[in-house]
């Protein structure tokens, strides 16, 4: 069963970088589209973007000039940097596992259990 | 950039059916997926591509969409249902949720 895992600080400072990293297990990176995907609290979903294993990425246009998804695939992890963050960045962050289904688009198959990242000083 | 529109509240009595709209320009040309999102849970998804619904969902949810409106349809709504379900659609490479409905059975 594929399981995907994030991690990073649960505190970041205004104007600071917030950097997560999701851990996959049960399957291997390769091949898939990994997402990252937000959600403020006691407000609805934000998809932010996705990365295909091979590293092609895009991106939420709102956010584009801030985030960057990168994949190790050492590492079987893959990894969301946003930067300059404020207080309406604070969400729970969720990573996922794509599945493609073709002309229709993209699902998301696999969640993590998502991590709370309060932007804060 | 496109948007998509649900209600934020429906509520339903058990055994009835629920039907949960979600509305944008042209969203009949674009593939709708919808989740199901309990308290301190990722969501689920429950259908996908319009009307398909994933292996484990039962067969009491449906899916339509045509012209403006998308909608998922949740017929004789058990008490388990009672969540915040999502539509999500794809414009121009771009992942783009509603807003949320939130489900109440009672």
């Known amino acids: 069963q594929v399981q995907l895992q994030e991690s990073g600080p649960g505190l970041v400072k205004p104007s600071e970088t917030l950097s997560l990293v999701c851990s996959v297990s049960?399957?291997?990176?390769?091949?898939?589209?990994w997402t990252w995907i937000r959600q403020p609290p006691g407000k609805g979903l934000e998809w932010i973007g996705y990365?295909?294993?091979?590293?092609?990425?895009n991106y939420n246009p709102s956010l584009e000039s801030r985030v960057s998804i990168s994949v190790d695939m050492s590492k079987n992890q893959f990894s969301l940097r946003l930067s300059s963050v404020t207080a309406a960045d604070t969400a729970v962050y969720y990573c996922?596992?794509?599945?493609?289904?073709?002309?229709?688009?993209?699902?998301?198959?696999?969640w993590g259990q998502g991590t709370l990242v309060t932007v804060s000083s | 950039s496109y948007e998509l529109t649900q209600p934020p509240t429906l509520s339903v009595s058990p055994g009835q059916t629920a039907s949960i709209t979600c509305s944008g320009d042209?969203?009949?040309?674009?593939?709708v997926f919808w989740y199901q999102q309990k308290p301190g849970q990722p969501p689920v998804l429950v259908i996908y591509?319009?009307?398909e619904r994933p292996s484990g969902i039962p067969e009491r949810f449906s899916g339509s969409n045509s012209g403006n409106t998308a909608t998922l349809t949740i017929s004789g709504t058990q008490a388990m249902d009672e969540a915040d379900y999502y539509c999500?659609?794809?414009?121009?490479?771009?992942?783009?949720f509603g807003g949320g409905t939130k489900l109440t059975v009672l």
């Open positions: 999500q659609a794809w414009d121009s490479a771009t992942g783009v």
């Open positions: 049960g399957d291997s990176i390769s091949g898939y589209y």
């Open positions: 996922a596992r794509d599945k493609v289904i073709p002309v229709a688009g993209n699902y998301f198959e696999y």
């Open positions: 042209k969203l009949g040309d674009k593939y």
């Open positions: 591509q319009d009307t």
């Open positions: 990365i295909h294993y091979s590293g092609n990425t």
